[in-house]
């Protein structure tokens, strides 16, 4: 292989991300050349559609053209927010070559003021385009209104930052971290923000995490990448994406979990939601298969 070729998104979160494998492989592989190809996806060309719906938008919409790429050969990996990715494949012959160490998976309040979520006035604004954190997020405050948002993290808050009804947005911890240096307070200094973990919040099942995609069937390209995986990383997401697809859910599923590993062990917690319903159970088992089972066995017998 004279040059990898790496397929991204090109907003700034994805090239940031690809960097990271960029950065793995060179130290794997100092003399490895490499280029990145930028492909545009369904979620990019249609800024406007909603997600966090029922739409054909949905399944995919971050991932289908750069598994195209792959199954044509244009490219040979493509480099996903592993929380974007469907876990049911609709492209055969691809698999997730490697997960990438797992970066902050929490979720952020970004808001115009210090204090986090507790700091919020009474009726404020906090908009989200997900279902899991709205949900969460009213649990902890029934007064707050939750409104909807699209776009990147950076239109997104310079929407937060240039929008006088908005009070706060809620963000991926990893998305900021990859994107701007923040201070030990949690401020973002070039929107004049301030991020701050949200407590007893659920993540998305994966994420935090970059999933490394390639064709099945090219083993040159796989052995690359399998000293970039990390094994404790592959196994807790797998045990979160599992429960998810026995729940048939998707990426925009109102459900957070979080595996995290123990001794000879995985703890995974989750919560689920259901309109005005909400549900939640925890595990400890061996494996990631036997723990998302025992979960979803326990959502399933309420």
Known sequence: MKTLKIGTRGSNLALAQSFLLQTALSRAYPELSMDTVIIRTQADMRVDAPLGVASPLDKGAFTKELEIALLQRTIHVAVHSLKDLPVEEDASGLVVGAVLPRASCEDSLVSKREGGLEALPRGAHVATGSQRRQSQILRQRPDLV????????????????????????????????????????????????????????????????????????????????????????????????LLLKKLGGGCHSALGALAQPLPGAIYLQAAWFQGALFRFAQATASNAEEVATQVFSTFSSR
Do not use: W
Not at 154 to 166: N, P, Q, V, Y
Not at 212 to 224: F, G, N, P, V
């Open 146 to 241: 939750v409104e909807g948002i699209r776009g990147n993290v950076e239109t997104r808050l310079a929407k937060l930052a240039g929008t006088s009804r908005l009070h706060a947005i809620i963000v991926a911890r990893a998305a900021l971290e990859r994107l701007y240096a923040l201070t030990p307070g949690g401020l973002c200094e070039r929107f004049g923000l301030y991020a701050q973990a949200l407590k007893d919040f659920l993540p998305a099942p994966g994420q935090g995490a970059i999933a490394i995609q390639a064709l099945e069937k090219d083993t040159k390209t796989r052995q690359l990448l399998m000293p970039l995986h990390d094994p404790i990383t592959g196994e807790c997401v797998y045990a979160e994406r």
